[in-house]
Structures are given as structure tokens and as C-alpha cells.
């Protein structure tokens, strides 16, 4: 029988994604990371070690004694600057059967091309040194809820389950039931689905949009754990932003347009940061006028295809940093934007050139009391 001799493999690993690039500014050395987060090669000695973590060996494998200090302060210089993973973890799907080899299980080698793109985002975000497990693992632990039936939330559905929040649900399963034709294309609706009970087949479809395998038995759909965020599209009831804020419930409101701009946020957390009535308050001192008071004439009923998915696709990112945020023990990660307090002025004409806009907690409005 073949044996592998696994006394050569490192203990740590590179973040996925790295890249050694051509410092042109001091041409014998090399840069690694981004523009946002990156450090010096400086020797020969130091590029080749890269090149050897990155492809699985280990770096003071053969090396000789005099050489090993500096080794060693580079790779201690690669963790304190979070370039390296050095706790041994990895996601599997479960056994389907005692028996099963896993080399040979098609479902584990699809789960592993699944999850590694959500791990390679999560690793560069945290501290945990595990490549993003703990991270990714995380985000089926947490419920949260989806309100007002339209083509973002559809897509948010698919997106957050997709990334691995698997106890994703709806707040309401009677606010428009039946698939109509402007749903068709949109996560995972059909036109084979048209005139079918939406929330019926959006459950049914759970299975197969989760990162993360669903028991066939389970119904998400009837959990009734707090949840830890709640994303609503549309008008507010102001009921509803009462009872969120005296529940102390997170949300995110994704507003109704008015023309062709669209309103998203701000990520309230009550009793910490500014609230709907805070952006309202802010809007009408430097407008003079505040969207959630107005009369609608002709609004259309969804957004546009493209402006639907960047909105969703906005939501998901700052509800997962959100999601992420809560397990992390890294001050930095807390620290990062969110999209707490930030307002999203976005044009259907020019997505990519969104207006953000930072609120503080009105001094009228009160929520600070």
C-alpha cells in the first residue's frame, strides 16, 4: 500500500487568492495582498518561501540553520499581518452512508467547489486564522426574516441562502401568494412555476439554492427563533418600526422608489444607531422634504431587472457582514462598514455610482432616550 509522507506539509496556509506582484517602484522587490491590505517581499529568499507555502510545502523543510531565524521572523510577520491561516480546519458535507468514501462522493466534492469562494471571502475579513470555517459555519446558525414580497426580496432569499444562512424566512406567506409573471427569472422562480403559491415553491426550492445540506424533513419556513436581522422592501408600517425597535430587532430598509432613485438603508440597530426616523428627520433639514411622507401617482410595482439584483446583491453583502461581524472576535472586523448609519442614494441610471451618505441619531427624533 502507497503511503504519503505528510512530515513536509505546513502548519499554516495562505490566504486564498494571494498574488506575489512586481514591486516597480524598487524593482528587486516583490508586493503581496491588495491595495487595501498588503506587505513587503524583500529577498529572494522570502519570495521563494511564498512560492513554496502557496503550493502546499513548507517553507523551513531542508532549510538550513542560520536561515531558519529569518524564516521564521517573516512567517511571523505573514501571520501578524493576517496573510496566514494557521488552524487546520475545512467544511465537509455530512456521510450520506456509514460507508462512504469520500473521495468518491460527488455531493462532498460539489459541496467543497460551493463553499470555497465563501470561504475565500470570509477568510480575508476575519482573524479566526482557520480560512474562513468558523465564519461560513456561523451563518447557519442565525434566523432571519424577509418582508415585502417583490423581485429584491426574491433574489435576497436566494442569495443569503446560497452564502450559507440557511434559517432564512419570510414574515408573511400571504401578502401576494401566487407567482405572477414579473417573478419569473428571479431566484429560483420559473415560468414552469406561474400561477403556483410563491412561498410554497420558494420552500420547496430551499434544498437545492443552501450552501449547507437541509434535512428533506425540515421546514425553515416554521421556525420561530428571534431572529438575529430582518430586511424589508417597500413602505414601513409604522407599527412594524415600533414593534422592531421595542424588540430591539436589526433591520434593514430597502425603500420604496420614487422616479428612478432608490433608497436603501439605514442598517438600524435600536438603542445604538440612527432609526428610519432619523434618515426622515435628515432628509427633510437638507432637502426639506422626506420620502416616507409623500403621495404616490403612478409608482411602478418592481424595480428593474438589473437594479433588482445590484440591490439585493448590496442587501446580502451588509446583512452577511452583519451576520459575520457577531462572530468575530477580531476589533477590527466590528469595526468595519456595514452600512450601520450609512444611506444609499442609488440612481437606476448610474448603479455604479451610488451616493452614500453617513446619518447621525437626530436630536429630534429621540431613539437615543
Known amino acids: 500500500m502507497a503511503t504519503t509522507d505528510l512530515s513536509h506539509l505546513p502548519e499554516y496556509t495562505l490566504l486564498r487568492g494571494s498574488a506575489l506582484m512586481n514591486n516597480r517602484r524598487r524593482p528587486s522587490q516583490y508586493l503581496l495582498g491588495t491595495t487595501q491590505h498588503v506587505v513587503a517581499v524583500t529577498s529572494a529568499f522570502e519570495r521563494s518561501a511564498l512560492i513554496q507555502i502557496g503550493e502546499g510545502l513548507d517553507p523551513l523543510h531542508q532549510v538550513q540553520s542560520h536561515h531558519r531565524d529569518e524564516l521564521n521572523d517573516f512567517l511571523q510577520n505573514l501571520a501578524a499581518r ?3 491561516n494557521r488552524n487546520r480546519a475545512q467544511l465537509r458535507a455530512p456521510k450520506r452512508f456509514l460507508d462512504e468514501i469520500e473521495d468518491r462522493d460527488l455531493a462532498a466534492k460539489d459541496f467543497q467547489l460551493r463553499v470555497n469562494p465563501e470561504l475565500a471571502q ?9 480560512g474562513g470555517t468558523s465564519t461560513v459555519a456561523a451563518r447557519s446558525l442565525y434566523p432571519v426574516i424577509l418582508s415585502g414580497r ?7 432569499y436566494s442569495l443569503l441562502l446560497a452564502s450559507g444562512v440557511t434559517r432564512v424566512r419570510f414574515s408573511d406567506r400571504h401578502h401576494r401568494p401566487t407567482i405572477e409573471s414579473c417573478d419569473l427569472g428571479f431566484g429560483a422562480i420559473s415560468h414552469q412555476q406561474l400561477g403556483l403559491d410563491y412561498y410554497e415553491q420558494s420552500e420547496a426550492a430551499r434544498r437545492s439554492l443552501s450552501l449547507f ?25 409604522p407599527v412594524d418600526l415600533v414593534e422592531w425597535s421595542n424588540l430591539r430587532m436589526p433591520h434593514l430598509v430597502i425603500h420604496q422608489p420614487i422616479g428612478d432613485e432608490v433608497v436603501v438603508g439605514p442598517m438600524v440597530i435600536p438603542g445604538e444607531t440612527p432609526c428610519i426616523r432619523c434618515l426622515s428627520l435628515y432628509e427633510i433639514d437638507n432637502f426639506g422634504y422626506t420620502r416616507l411622507e409623500r403621495i404616490d401617482l403612478n409608482g411602478a410595482l418592481e424595480l428593474p431587472v438589473v437594479t433588482a439584483h445590484y440591490i439585493a446583491a448590496l442587501a446580502a453583502s451588509q446583512i452577511l ?4 461581524q457577531i462572530n468575530s472576535t477580531s476589533e477590527s472586523a466590528v469595526a468595519r462598514n ?20 453617513a446619518i447621525a441619531r437626530h436630536p429630534l427624533c429621540g431613539c437615543d432616550r
Open 321 to 324: 457582514n452583519f451576520i459575520d
Open 122 to 130: 470570509s477568510e480575508w475579513i476575519d482573524s479566526a486564522s482557520d
Open 338 to 357: 456595514t452600512g450601520i448609519g450609512e444611506v444609499s442614494y442609488i440612481s437606476f441610471q448610474r448603479l455604479t455610482e451610488p451616493q452614500v451618505v
Open 82 to 84: 493576517g496573510f496566514l
Open 213 to 237: 445540506p437541509i434535512d428533506a424533513s425540515s421546514r425553515h419556513d416554521l421556525d420561530t427563533d428571534r431572529p438575529v436581522a430582518l430586511i424589508h422592501y417597500g413602505d414601513c408600517d
Open 150 to 156: 417583490s423581485r429584491v426580496i426574491t433574489i435576497l
